[in-house]
C-alpha cells in the first residue's frame, strides 16, 4: 500500500501522516525531510540561496524514487503538485489523500512559523490565499480523496481517512479498525 498526503503548508501532512503510518503498520516518509538529509542543510536556506526551481528539480527527483520504491505513507511538500510530472507519479503510483485546509485555519496555525519559505512575507494570510487559489485545483487533480482537515485532532482526522479508506475497500476494517482512539 502506497499513501501519499497532500495539501498546503501547515494542513498536517507530516502529523496525520506519522499516525497514519504507525495504524496501518507501515513505514512514514516526508519528503522534505528525505531533501533535507541529501542537501545537508534546511530548505529554507536551499531554497533562498538556489532558488525555487533548483529546490523543484530535487523535489521532482525525490518524489519519483519514493514513489517508485517505497510503501508506506508518504508526507509530501506543499508545493509538490506544482509540476504536472509530480501530480502523475503521486496520482498513478500512489492513493493520494488532499488535506484541505482553508487559509484562514493555516494561518492560524502558522501564523509563528519561520520555517516555511514561501510564507517569510509582509502578509502571510494573503499569501496562503494566494497559494490556495493557484494550488487546490492541482491538489484535487492528484488526489482520489478530499479531506477537510477543519479543526479536528490528529486522531479524529486519522480516523476519518481509515474511514474513507475501508469504505473504498483499500484498507481491511478487520486489520486496521478505524474507531477513534480516546486520548492518552
Given amino acids: 500500500m502506497r499513501l501519499a498526503l497532500v495539501g498546503l503548508p501547515g494542513s ?3 502529523s496525520v501522516g506519522r499516525v497514519l503510518a504507525r495504524k496501518l503498520g507501515v513505514s512514514f516518509t516526508d519528503s522534505d525531510t528525505v531533501i533535507e538529509q541529501r542537501i545537508g542543510e534546511p530548505i529554507r536556506s536551499y531554497f533562498e540561496r538556489e532558488g525555487e526551481g533548483r529546490f523543484r528539480d530535487l523535489e521532482q527527483q ?3 524514487e519514493l514513489c517508485a520504491s517505497r510503501l508506506g505513507v508518504l508526507a509530501t511538500g506543499g508545493g509538490a503538485v506544482l509540476r504536472e510530472v509530480n501530480r502523475r507519479v503521486l496520482h498513478e503510483d500512489c492513493t493520494v489523500l488532499y488535506l484541505r485546509s482553508s487559509p484562514e485555519e493555516l494561518h492560524r ?3 509563528h512559523d519561520t520555517q516555511r519559505p514561501l510564507l517569510q512575507v509582509k ?11 493557484e494550488r487546490d485545483p492541482l491538489y ?3 488526489a482520489h480523496f478530499v479531506v477537510e482537515t477543519g479543526r479536528p485532532t490528529v486522531q479524529t482526522l486519522v480516523g476519518m481517512i481509515l474511514m474513507q479508506l475501508e469504505l473504498a475497500g483499500i484498507v481491511d476494517a478487520n486489520r486496521v479498525p478505524s474507531a477513534v482512539e480516546p486520548p492518552r
Fill in 140 to 142: 484535487r487533480e492528484t
Fill in 12 to 14: 498536517g501532512k507530516s
Fill in 123 to 133: 502578509d502571510p494570510r494573503a499569501r496562503l490565499q494566494q497559494l490556495y487559489r
Fill in 62 to 64: 525525490v518524489i519519483g
Fill in 109 to 111: 496555525r502558522l501564523r
